[in-house]
């Protein structure tokens, strides 16, 4: 495992061409085909000998109709930093993370504050695939069926108060479990938030699994947030505390920089990363590899239909 100066990003360090090389690449014969149908294939194929499966039906009208990204990608090439800062160190070390039991405190501005069990959580409501494409700050693309439901429907059964006026996620930071707390790469425990409408917003998905299967521990288990016109940094994995607040939470990648790592974060072609163009992205595992042509990024990674109208009348190149 190796620590650097996160301003240097892995993809920066080991570009993906290298990455690629590395891995005895599976030719996606299925490339082109997409749906559902496809899901158990890649999943038996990819993911965890003992994983368990998780009953959820798809939901057309959230289903992405891009190629999907193979379950190998999707598991192998990750951002965690509480495992590691390389891409390949969450696949590597996060065996260590215990997923049971696990509770999720639900606590701050809300009238039936709560601490429920991973297994409650996971009944709380039906559960839900949804294709979403997946852009991270990096420039790197996927497109994920993800397993679980809206948070809105948690939101709702605990009653914020008028005065809740966002939402606060924060993930488990144990050193015993998780080796990269030990560097202080960035303040533990991660922390992330949303502004209320935008927790509300059923594309925000609380998130329990891929693929059909629960999440692998480098995705995030047992639960994380997923929030697809945002890049993957707001994404919070591992997550054991929501709470509501009045104030804008401070999130850590904004307090390791400000400038870079805005609180809205909302993909936006138009508005540059301070180091790097924002225009354009690489889907990860395309079958082309390395070679793969880049393609336009989408402004709220093409979500703009569901999540525009709440961003009305606010400067996004100020409120990056
Ligand atoms: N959550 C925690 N707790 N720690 C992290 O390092 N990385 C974020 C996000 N959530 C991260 C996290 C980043 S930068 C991205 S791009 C996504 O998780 C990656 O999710 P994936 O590995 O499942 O694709």
Redo the contacts with the bound molecule.
């Keep these: 495992m190796r620590y650097f100066d996160p301003k240097i990003l892995a993809s920066e360090i080991t570009p993906q061409a290298v990455f690629e090389n590395r891995r005895d690449l599976i030719k996606v014969a299925a490339a082109g085909a997409f749906g559902l149908a496809l899901a158990p294939w890649f999943s038996r194929e990819a993911l965890a000998a003992n994983s368990d499966k998780l009953a959820a039906t798809l939901n057309p009208a959230y289903a992405a109709k891009d190629e999907l990204t193979p379950a190998k990608y999707?598991t192998s090439?990750?951002?965690?930093?509480?495992f590691g800062t390389d891409k390949s160190d969450?696949a590597a070390y996060a065996n260590t993370l215990q997923t049971r039991p696990w509770t999720v405190s639900i606590e701050g501005l809300v009238k039936k504050p709560v601490t429920l069990d991973i297994d409650d959580l996971l009944k709380l409501a039906p559960m839900e695939e949804r294709i979403y494409r997946?852009r991270?700050?990096?420039g790197w693309s996927?497109v994920?069926p993800w397993d679980g439901y809206s948070l809105s429907k948690l939101i709702s059964k605990v009653e914020p108060l008028g005065s809740a006026k966002f939402v606060e996620f924060i993930?488990l930071a144990d050193r015993k479990q998780m080796p990269g707390v030990k560097s202080n790469i960035i303040e533990w425990p991660?922390r992330?938030g949303l502004r209320m409408d935008e927790a509300m917003n059923p594309l925000t998905l609380l998130t329990f699994g891929l693929y059909g299967e629960v999440l692998p521990k480098?995705?995030?288990a047992p639960v994380?947030i997923v929030v697809p016109w945002k890049?993957?940094?707001k994404?919070?994995?591992?997550i054991v505390k929501i709470r509501f607040t009045e104030e804008m939470p401070k999130t850590s990648w904004s307090q390791f920089d400000a400038r870079e790592y805005g609180f809205y974060s909302n993909v936006n072609p138009q508005v540059d990363h301070p180091r790097w163009s924002q225009a354009s992205e690489r889907r990860i595992g395309d079958a082309k590899g390395a070679f793969a042509p880049k393609i336009k990024t989408q402004m709220f990674n093409g979500y703009g239909d569901q999540v525009a109208s709440m961003y009305s009348g606010m400067d996004l190149k100020k409120f990056y």
């Design positions: 999707v090439y990750n951002n965690f930093y509480e969450p997946m991270c700050v990096e996927m994920i993930s991660y992330e480098q995705n995030g994380r890049y993957g940094f994404s919070a994995k591992s």
